[in-house]
């Protein structure tokens, strides 16, 4: 069973199979489906394919793999317009975590290593920020508001 579901909308095809007149539940993604949408988001391309199986997962045949990659990279590429404001919060949001993480520890480092745990934060957080954003709006959970501009672009 998918951990995502969605009730049709008007025009899916499923509706004419539904002689009751019930709105359908249809599961759409799986876990494992997941995961593997996000390895891609998050690992670079190169790398997915021998991840998948140290994650114990059955690996795609080529044709879908080339496919999820394709698809990864229509998904990341839809989050362009938000490229400048993840460039603005990813850093902030990364030395809050580090922070946190260093006065957790109890223990007191120095500057440049302060900056350097910040830097790897701000890897982790925008690889995970990037591909939850990209699959929910992929997933068509969360879009872009009608007339909102980003850049010069205008949304809507």
Known sequence: MGIFSRKNRDDDPLDALNTEGEDLQVDIYTPQMLTKRLAWDIVPCGEVEGLIPLMGLTPDSKDVSDM?????????????????????LIPIVSGITASAMLVNSGKSVDEETAALLQRHHSVVVRAGVVAVLANLLDMGIIEYANGVQFGDELLG
Do not use: Q
């Open 68 to 88: 999820e990659h394709a698809a990864s990279h229509d998904r990341i590429d839809a989050l362009t317009p938000l490229k400048e404001m993840l460039a603005l």
